[in-house]
C-alpha cells in the first residue's frame, strides 16, 4: 500500500471520529433539551405559592427556576435597573427590575417587564409606577453568576445591564442601606400595569430545539464520506493506482 493511500485512510479516519463526535454531542443534547423542556413546563404548570412558602421546602437552587410564586411588598421605583431584551414584537427595548421591599426588611428584585427604548425613563410611564402594598405574581429565576463569553459589558453607572449580574443589581439597588435581598428574582406574569407599560410575562419558555436534526447531519456528513472515502479507495486499487 502507497504512502499517499495511508495518508488518506488516516485522514478519512480523522473525520470519522471528528464528525461521529459532533453527532454524538448533538445527541447528547437533545437528551438534555428534552430533559429542560419537560422540567420547565412541568414547574411552569403548578399553581403559584408565598415565595417564603416556597423557600421553607429549602430546595437545592437548581430546582428553583420558573417556579410559580407571589410575592407581597411596596416598589422602590428610584432604584429601578433596565436589563437589554427583546420585547414580543421583536424590537429591541429593557425589561424593568425593580425591587419590591417587603413587610419583613427584605427585598426581592422583580422583573416587572418590558419597555422599548422611548420609554426607559421612568417619567414616560407614571401611571406604572404604582405606589403602596401590590401583589406580584410570577416566575422565579436565578441568574448565572459568570457573564456569558458573547454578553456586552454591564453599564452600572447606566444602569444598565446587557447579563442579569444580580449581585451588581442589588448593589446598586441597595444604595448603602444594607437592605438584604433574596438570592433570587421573579419575572412577573402578564398581569397588566397600569398605563400598559411595563409589560409582564417576559419568560421565555419555549425553547429551539434543533439538535435532532443537526446530529442526523453530522452523522450523515460522517457516513458521506465514508461512502465516497471508500469508493475512491476501492478505485484507486482497482484501477491499479496502489499496485
Known amino acids: 500500500m502507497r504512502l499517499s493511500t495511508i495518508i488518506i485512510v488516516v485522514l478519512m479516519l480523522a473525520g470519522l471520529v471528528v464528525l461521529c463526535s459532533l ?9 438534555w433539551k ?63 427590575h425593580t425591587p419590591l421591599e417587603r413587610e419583613d426588611g427584605t427585598a426581592v428584585v422583580v422583573n416587572r417587564g418590558f419597555v422599548p427604548f422611548d420609554m426607559k425613563a421612568p417619567e414616560k410611564r407614571p401611571e406604572g409606577q404604582v405606589d403602596g402594598l401590590q401583589t406580584v405574581t410570577g416566575l422565579i429565576r436565578v441568574p448565572a453568576v459568570e457573564k456569558p463569553s458573547a454578553a456586552f459589558e454591564n453599564a452600572p453607572e447606566k444602569r444598565e445591564f446587557y447579563w442579569r449580574d444580580l449581585e451588581a443589581m442589588t448593589a446598586l439597588m441597595r444604595s448603602g442601606s444594607g437592605q438584604t435581598f433574596l438570592p433570587l428574582l421573579v419575572e412577573a406574569d402578564e398581569t397588566a400595569n397600569p398605563g400598559g407599560w411595563p409589560k409582564g410575562g417576559t419568560t421565555i419558555i419555549k425553547f429551539s430545539n434543533n439538535h435532532l436534526q443537526y446530529a442526523i447531519t453530522w452523522f450523515g456528513l460522517a457516513a458521506t464520506m465514508l461512502g465516497v472515502g471508500g469508493y475512491f479507495l476501492y478505485s484507486r486499487r482497482k484501477f491499479g493506482a496502489d499496485a
Open 23 to 31: 453527532g454524538w454531542w448533538q445527541v447528547e443534547r437533545l437528551f
Open 34 to 96: 428534552e430533559e429542560l423542556l419537560r422540567t420547565v413546563q412541568e414547574r411552569v404548570s403548578r399553581q403559584p405559592v408565598p415565595i417564603d412558602e416556597f423557600l421553607g421546602r429549602e430546595l437545592p437552587k437548581d430546582q428553583w427556576s420558573y417556579t410559580p410564586v407571589t410575592v407581597t411588598g411596596t416598589f422602590n421605583h428610584q432604584a429601578e435597573v433596565y436589563y437589554f431584551a427583546t420585547g414580543q414584537s421583536g424590537a429591541s427595548g429593557w425589561n424593568v
